[in-house]
Nanobody, 126 residues
């Protein structure tokens, strides 16, 4: 069973950086794409970034392209999200997720992901 735990959230000034981590303590997630999503109060969960199981392919939301970088270390069962040039609009609860199955292309819809972490809060002050 996949058990995902995110860490690394916190308070940062606009323009600053944070790195989120997500550890799968339940089973290895090698073989499955992984993703990051975010959600603010009253809004739907929003896709941020996803990465193939090999790490060779990535996909980003337009709003974070060029600022965020997703990566993974399968030997450590860990997923990362490096967030640079943070803006107040980036403030949200960030969730990592594991894909439901092996997809031909990188999944990006919330329904494509079957396991979720509990989330980590990112706050960006202006």
């Amino acid at each position: 069973q996949v058990q995902l735990v995110e860490t690394g959230g916190g308070l940062v000034q606009a323009g600053g950086s944070l790195r989120l981590s997500c550890v799968d303590s339940g089973r290895t997630f090698e073989g499955y794409a992984m993703g990051w999503f975010r959600q603010t109060l009253g809004k739907e969960r929003e896709f941020v970034a996803a990465i193939s199981w090999s790490g060779g392919s990535t996909k980003y939301a337009d709003s974070v392209k060029g600022r965020f970088a997703i990566s993974r270390n399968n030997a450590k069962n860990t997923l990362y999200l490096q967030m640079n040039s943070l803006k107040p609009d980036d403030a949200a609860i960030y969730y990592c997720a594991a894909a439901r199955s092996i997809y031909y292309s990188i999944p990006y819809r919330p329904d494509d992901f079957g396991s979720w972490g509990q989330g980590t809060q990112v706050t960006v002050s202006s």
